[in-house]
């Protein structure tokens, strides 16, 4: 059973910052790309920030230069620095992954549960 779990999440004031953490676990071989999703009240999911097993970036313009996006592969974690934060910036942010069990060829998309970020002004 794979499992994504986030943590990190809370209340701050703008200006402020948060480091988001998603940690996998279960009989993992691989994983390839991770990212960050958020999804506010009344809106899309989007995309925020995704890095690769090589460590290359990118941003969803909104978040350049007050996120940062990085991981360690030893640990099996993904970790979202923010900065700067805006009231624009609440939303559940959910972690994704896509990684290849033992008992497969194939990777697929796994998604954390979620983690509410919420920035007053």
């Known amino acids: 059973q794979v499992q994504l779990v986030e943590s990190g999440g809370g209340l701050v004031q703008a200006g402020g910052s948060l480091r988001l953490s998603c940690a996998a676990s279960?009989?993992?071989?691989?994983?390839?790309?991770m990212a960050w999703y958020r999804q506010a009240p009344g809106k899309e999911r989007e995309l925020v920030a995704a890095?690769?097993?090589?460590?290359?970036?990118t941003y969803v313009d909104s978040v350049k230069g007050r996120f940062t996006i990085s991981r360690d592969n030893a640990k099996k974690q993904v970790y979202l620095q923010m900065n700067s934060l805006k009231a624009e910036d609440t939303a559940v942010y959910h972690c994704?992954?896509?990684?290849?069990?033992?008992?497969?060829?194939?990777?697929?998309?796994?998604w954390g549960q979620g983690t509410q970020v919420t920035v007053s002004s």
């Open positions: 994704n992954a896509a990684l290849q069990v033992f008992s497969s060829t194939l990777y697929v998309n796994y």
């Open positions: 279960g009989r993992i071989f691989s994983i390839n790309t």
């Open positions: 890095i690769t097993s090589g460590g290359s970036t």
